[in-house]
């Protein structure tokens, strides 16, 4: 559970590991990680980690984010205002949990979204993220012109209130970067970068999440609620990756990360998007050094823009390089990428995608103990220990059901091949044989 021992007027994991403070959070995280918990506090404390735990979500096991964790992914879910409703949600929240995000983001658009949130967040044991400016224009009447700080302000402590762990807002595009998107091939791809983009050039005034984010942080902090500096103009096609409007906008990201924590608001970046394979590794690096090393928090990124209905695997491929580069969350992509909204089912496949990708990113990175369950996997696989296989596997239901459309007999569960070698020409069966009868010469 989120603390209930810090005072009212600062309320944040961070001022805790500032004043050399060990949190019962960062000692469930450090069994967690195997990692000790005075590490864990400093972590947290230099703003390298952090432990989104909102003092409200009850049910709530705290969990970290940071480049000396383990990799983690974040499963998106929501409504829309053509599609979904509360028990579709709470599906969806189940298979979140069944197959290991580690984080869910509510971005629910449309109607009914206060009773959407507070139903996802008592059903959830894992942080639940969300984009608040999807409400915000909600309760101005659907139009973003009808946005005031002060609506803004009130939407973002109502969400703080019901138990939201993290933020996504779009406080680091500014009017000065603007011109910039005029040179790209797809502009902003951003829904909340996209709004903002509306309403500043409505009023010719400035971001208003950049004008009133001391009072944010001051809702923030209150509450024990993380910032996701969110990415408004994160490319969304190759052409126009690593460009001066994404990298200026991450920039003030770094610029707004300080302000953060020197009032012990808990922050990470988002990143991109659509990015070419050979980019990855200079986007993981220019993200640490502009933001002080605060975690980093991908949206894949998808390495090509031609696999609509396969988006789940080329961002996968992009999610596993940015990991192992030292990105500290993966935001999971579903099948439905660009598509249209996704089902529980589509939930499954990109959270299996990118556990894939987190876990190969924890092996590439040496963490300590991450291939341990690889090695046994490949003991299980040597000794036709099928029932073993299917425990280890990141989906054993999905294992099992494609070893059982063949040889769904019990009798096979001991069998020493399967069906694609059938009982003759098993390499594993063979290479034992070899083996024993080289040992007994």
Request: with cysteine; aromatic share 8%; glycine share 8%.
């Given at each position: 559970?989120g603390?209930?021992?810090?005072?009212?007027?600062t309320?944040?994991?961070?001022y805790?590991a500032k004043?050399?403070?060990?949190t019962?959070?960062m000692?469930?995280?450090?069994?967690?990680?195997?990692?000790?918990?005075?590490?864990?506090?400093?972590?947290?404390?230099r703003?390298?980690?952090?432990i989104?735990?909102?003092?409200n979500?009850?049910k709530?096991r705290?969990?970290?984010i940071?480049?000396n964790?383990?990799?983690?992914?974040?499963?998106?879910?929501?409504?829309?205002?053509?599609s979904?409703?509360?028990?579709k949600e709470?599906?969806?929240?189940d298979?979140?949990?069944?197959?290991?995000?580690?984080?869910?983001m509510d971005?629910?658009?449309?109607?009914?979204?206060d009773?959407i949130?507070?139903?996802?967040?008592?059903?959830?044991?894992?942080p639940?993220?969300?984009?608040?400016?999807?409400q915000?224009?909600?309760d101005?009447?659907?139009d973003?012109n009808?946005?005031t700080i002060?609506?803004?302000l009130?939407?973002?402590?109502?969400?703080?209130?019901?138990?939201?762990?993290?933020?996504t807002?779009h406080?680091?595009?500014?009017?000065?970067?603007?011109?910039?998107?005029?040179?790209?091939?797809m502009g902003?791809?951003s829904?909340?970068?996209?709004?903002?983009?509306?309403?500043?050039m409505?009023?010719?005034?400035?971001?208003?999440?950049?004008?009133?984010?001391?009072d944010?942080l001051d809702?923030?902090?209150?509450?024990?609620?993380?910032?996701s500096?969110g990415d408004?103009l994160r490319p969304?096609?190759?052409a126009?990756?690593?460009?001066?409007a994404?990298?200026n906008e991450?920039?003030?990201?770094?610029?707004?990360?300080?302000?953060?924590w020197?009032?012990d608001?808990?922050?990470?970046?988002?990143?991109?998007?659509h990015?070419?394979?050979n980019q990855?590794?200079?986007?993981m690096?220019?993200?640490?050094?502009?933001?002080?090393?605060?975690?980093?928090y991908?949206l894949?990124?998808?390495?090509?823009?031609i696999a609509?209905?396969?988006?789940h695997?080329?961002?996968a491929?992009?999610?596993?390089?940015?990991?192992?580069?030292?990105?500290?969350?993966?935001?999971?992509?579903t099948?439905?990428?660009h598509?249209?909204?996704?089902?529980?089912n589509d939930?499954?496949?990109?959270?299996i995608?990118?556990k894939?990708?987190a876990?190969s990113?924890?092996i590439?990175r040496?963490?300590?103990?991450?291939?341990d369950?690889?090695d046994?996997?490949?003991?299980?696989r040597?000794?036709?220990?099928w029932?073993?296989?299917?425990?280890?596997?990141?989906?054993?239901?999905?294992?099992k059901?494609?070893?059982?459309?063949?040889?769904?007999?019990?009798?096979?569960k001991?069998?020493?091949f399967?069906?694609?070698?059938?009982?003759?020409?098993?390499?594993?069966?063979i290479?034992?044989?070899?083996v024993?009868?080289?040992?007994?010469?």
């Open positions: 559970m603390d209930n021992t810090q005072n009212k007027k309320q944040t994991q961070m805790y004043q050399g403070t060990i019962q959070a000692i469930e995280v450090s069994k967690a990680e195997n990692i000790t918990p005075q590490f864990i506090r400093s972590e947290v404390a703003g390298r980690m952090i989104p735990a909102n003092i979500h009850k709530l705290p969990m970290c940071g480049i964790s383990l990799c983690k992914i974040n499963a998106n879910i929501g409504s829309s205002a053509l979904s409703n509360i028990s709470l599906e969806k929240v298979m979140c949990l069944k197959y290991g995000a580690d984080t869910i971005l629910s658009t449309g109607k009914d979204l009773n949130r507070k139903a996802i967040i008592a059903h959830s044991t894992v639940i993220g969300t984009v608040p400016i999807y915000i224009i909600a101005c009447g659907d973003v009808n946005l002060e609506k803004m009130e939407t973002l402590e109502k969400q703080a209130k019901q138990g939201v762990s993290y933020f807002i406080a680091g595009f500014l009017l000065e970067n603007m011109p910039n998107i005029s040179k790209r091939k902003i791809v829904r909340g970068g996209s709004l903002m983009a509306s309403w500043m409505h009023y010719h005034k400035e971001n208003p999440f950049y004008e009133a984010f001391d944010i809702i923030c902090r209150q509450y024990d609620v993380s910032l500096l408004s969304g096609c190759l126009d990756a690593s460009d001066e994404q990298l991450l920039k003030i990201l770094g610029e707004l990360t300080l302000k953060a020197d009032k608001v808990q922050v990470m970046i988002e990143g991109p998007g990015v070419p394979l990855i590794e200079r986007n690096k220019l993200e640490r050094e502009y933001c002080h090393e605060a975690p980093f991908i894949g990124p998808l390495v090509t823009d609509a209905g396969y988006d695997i080329s961002s491929i992009g999610a596993a390089v940015g990991g192992w580069h030292g990105c500290s969350m993966l935001c999971y992509v099948p439905k990428e598509l249209g909204l996704p089902n529980a939930v499954r496949e990109g959270i995608a990118y894939i990708a876990h990113a924890d590439a040496g963490r300590k103990g991450a291939r369950i690889d046994a996997m490949s003991d299980a040597y000794n036709f220990n029932n073993r296989q299917f425990e280890l596997a990141l989906d054993s239901d999905r294992a059901e494609y070893h059982d459309e063949t040889l769904p007999q019990d009798v096979f001991d069998a020493e399967c069906s694609m070698c059938g009982p003759k020409f098993c390499s594993y069966k290479t034992r044989e070899i024993a009868n080289n040992t007994n010469m």
